[in-house]
T-cell receptor
Framework: DAGVTQSPTHLIKTRGQQVTLRCSPK?????VSWYQQALGQGPQFIFQ???????QRGNFPDRFSGHQFPNYSSELNVNALLLGDSALYLC????????????FGPGTRLLVL | AQSVTQPDIHITVSEGASLELRCNYS??????LFWYVQSPGQGLQLLLK??????LVQGIKGFEAEFKRSQSSFNLRKPSVHWSDAAEYFC??????????????FGGGTRVLVKP
């Protein structure tokens, strides 16, 4: 049973570019949450998707957007990249109803130059 | 809004010694509480969780945590540390009324170094 998978593992972009990160949830899970973890800090909640809709959003600008597909996989898109967007981006999956525990993927390390 | 404080940024412990990591949270009711561990360059692995009931919870890798409502704390302990326990540990709070889906708020983490 595969856990949460993310791609790519590493990514280098330049300021102003756009990036798309991908996540496949754990088998049986229907909800995907995204977190940003800057170096030396704890993860911060970006947003959560269920039934292909954004259900909750943290304190992140509109440059951060997402999508969930019918197979529950998800994408995180970041436009107009800033140096400060350099971080580890973590995807977590869970069950929307009765699934309080989130299971995390290995993350995508994004470096913005 | 909920918040989580992990007062110790770094802790160094000798192999075989006991370990205790502190976590204090701020939330109006009883939250869901979690401890995750992160090895360098890796994602987060769930160690244990508390939702309700017995305030002492057992987790994987020999870890346990105790929920103390009066102190708004959820400290993590291990009786005897192994070199492989060197990692960063994160305490997190989830909110029951948002339980459908559940957003997690994390502390800043505690980095544990294990001396041989």
């Amino acid at each position: 049973d595969a856990g949460v998978t993310q791609s790519p593992t590493h990514l280098i972009k330049t300021r102003g570019q756009q990036v798309t990160l991908r996540c496949s949830p754990k088998s049986g899970h229907d909800t995907v949450s995204w977190y940003q973890q800057a170096l030396g800090q704890g993860p911060q909640f970006i947003f959560q998707y269920y039934e292909e809709e954004e259900r909750q959003r943290g304190n992140f600008p509109d440059r951060f957007s997402g999508h969930q597909f019918p197979n529950y996989s998800s994408e995180l898109n970041v436009n107009a990249l800033l140096l400060g967007d350099s971080a580890l981006y973590l995807c977590a999956s869970s069950l929307f109803r009765g699934g309080e525990t989130q299971y995390f993927g290995p993350g995508t390390r994004l470096l913005v130059l | 809004a909920q918040s989580v404080t992990q007062p110790d940024i770094h802790i160094t412990v000798s192999e075989g010694a006991s370990l205790e990591l502190r976590c204090n949270y701020s939330y109006g009711a009883t939250p869901y509480l979690f401890w995750y561990v992160q090895s360098p360059g890796q994602g987060l692995q769930l160690l244990l969780k508390y939702f309700s009931g017995d305030t002492l919870v057992q987790g994987i890798k020999g870890f346990e945590a105790e929920f103390k409502r009066s102190q708004s704390s959820f400290n993590l302990r291990k009786p005897s540390v192994h070199w492989s326990d060197a990692a960063e540990y994160f305490c997190a709070v989830g909110t029951p009324w948002e339980a459908a889906g559940n957003k997690l708020t994390f502390g800043g983490g505690t980095r544990v170094l294990v001396k041989p």
